[in-house]
């Protein structure tokens, strides 16, 4: 169950819609909401007192920003359940390290923002987030109307070793969210397609064999296998004449997504998407 959702902000734009959105979701599912802000320092060549006495000065400023907000959230939503913490440091590492500690169950988070940058997630320098992340992240793209998640597409390669913790995991969000399930893979040619249908039936197999697809047999709507020269241009395309609220990335299925964010084109038309992210933590 999703108990505590941890807000990274920034304050920025992109961080409140990010904010927004963990509150509709807090809402439905009765989850408490942790307001998180990274702080960070300039090193100064100003003597020791003048910086201890700066640092101070900043900290007390991103305090009192932390509760003016946390008050101004709970006046507006008296139904949802709101704390707040901040650390000094580096925002993606203190961001990581906070997750880890073992009370939080979902971290939403802006995609772009003054100090805190997601699109760093799909560069070589920060990649290592999503692989080792043990908390499923949902990314939040700049202009997004504020929707709960009713139906979620996991783009994949249809893989199933080793995804036993990660698909449970997913039938509990979806199950929690009372969402409909979609998977859909992308082929560059017909010839695949018959190999792939064999994949998907072995993964449904393996699905009912873990007693994973219980949950899944009350929300999973469709598994689509769909030939396109250009993979990218095939989930595109896919996403433009099918209505989802959410896309799911794992991990273990980095080559696929590598060719889906390998050109500056396709980043765009990521970066400006309406559909969020969910990045569910790679098995144990």
């Given at each position: 169950m999703i108990k505590k959702i941890l807000v990274p902000t920034d304050f920025s734009d992109n961080a409140n819609i990010a904010l927004e959105y963990s509150v509709e979701i807090a809402k439905k599912i009765n989850s408490t909401i942790i307001l998180y802000n990274v702080y960070y320092v300039p090193i100064s060549s100003a003597g020791t007192n003048t910086l201890r006495n700066y640092n101070q000065i900043f900290k007390g400023h991103r305090k009192q920003r932390l509760i003016d907000e946390i008050t101004d959230l709970k006046n507006e939503h008296p139904?949802?359940?709101?704390?707040?913490?901040?650390?000094?440091?580096?925002?993606?590492?203190?961001?990581?390290?906070?997750?880890?500690?073992?009370?939080?169950?979902?971290?939403?988070?802006?995609?772009?923002?003054?100090?805190?940058?997601?699109r760093k997630l799909f560069g070589s320098t920060s990649s290592d987030m999503i692989n080792r992340t043990k908390v499923p992240l949902i990314i939040v793209p700049e202009k997004l109307k504020i929707k709960f998640p009713k139906e979620i597409l996991i783009a994949s390669d249809l893989t199933k070793d080793k995804y036993k913790s990660t698909y449970?995991?997913?039938?509990?969000?979806?199950?929690?969210?009372?969402?409909?399930?979609?998977?859909?893979?992308i082929v560059d040619s017909i010839e695949k397609i018959d190999t792939l249908k064999l994949a998907k039936k072995d993964l449904i197999k393996y699905l009912k064999k873990y007693n994973i697809d219980k949950k899944f047999n009350e929300t999973l709507n469709s598994f689509k296998i769909i030939a396109n020269q250009n993979v990218k241009n095939g989930l595109l395309e896919h996403l433009k004449y099918n209505k989802y609220d959410i896309i799911v990335m794992m991990p273990r299925h980095r080559n696929f997504w590598k060719k889906i964010f390998s050109s500056s084109t396709t980043k765009k038309v990521f970066n400006n998407s309406e559909i969020p992210v969910l990045v569910l933590p790679e098995d144990n």
């Open positions: 139904d949802v359940s709101f704390k707040y913490e901040f650390d000094e440091g580096d925002p993606t590492l203190s961001i990581f390290n906070r997750s880890i500690k073992g009370d939080i169950d979902l971290i939403i988070m802006g995609r772009t923002g003054g100090s805190v940058s997601v449970s995991l997913l039938s509990r969000i979806s199950h929690q969210f009372k969402s409909k399930v979609s998977f859909v893979t």
